[in-house]
């Protein structure tokens, strides 16, 4: 059963941020590969989200979201209040164009990798929204 | 402990009667998997909902450790 007060906050939170991605570590400083992966998509698409690291309260945060959206790994990448998907999901829906339209931008034409290789240049400052965990 | 890779193309399969599965061990320790997966059950689901299927099929070897990640790609037939 996840801890209700905490579980209101994230629901408050994906509500608030039409683009909202939950990650271990920062978007400066992933702490996880399949974290930073996601990063790098949504570094590469011209679009403004909110981030936040779950490693200050991973296995709260785990029930939260499996409540939520019957999903416990992260990253999750929300997009108008639905879950989209981890890694895998955002990365195949990128490469296919889904990703670009779902977040209504346009699609760039550059491939993940490539503008992995370049990517504090362009790159959208990530907002995060402050998600105070006792 | 590493998985036993047939054995989790079938809790698939079982799960997903008619779906075509391959389950390759990505890493060579056995616990971070990938899946393909081509079910007639994903039509007109959401990717998150398709990957859902997958990964509740095999949650019995992620609660007991058996395997760590579990890579899924999932197409529709």
Known sequence: MADAELKQKVEELIAANPVLLFMKGTPEAPRCGFSMRVVQVLDSIDVEYGAIDVLPALQPLREVTSEISDWQTFPQLYVNGELLGGADIVEEMFDSGELAEALGVEQPEAAPAAASSAPAANATPAQSPPLQIE | ?77
Request: zero cysteines; charged letters at 25%.
């Open chain 2, 1 to 77: 402990m590493a998985a036993d890779l047939g054995e989790i193309e079938r809790m698939i399969e079982a799960a997903l009667p008619g779906a075509s599965v391959e389950v390759v061990d990505e890493t060579g320790t056995g616990d971070h998997l990938r899946a393909t997966v081509t079910a007639p059950q994903f039509e007109d689901l959401t990717r998150i909902a398709q990957h859902r299927l997958v990964k509740a099929a095999v949650s019995e070897r992620f609660d007991d450790g058996t395997i760590h990640a579990l890579s899924v790609k999932t197409t529709v037939p």
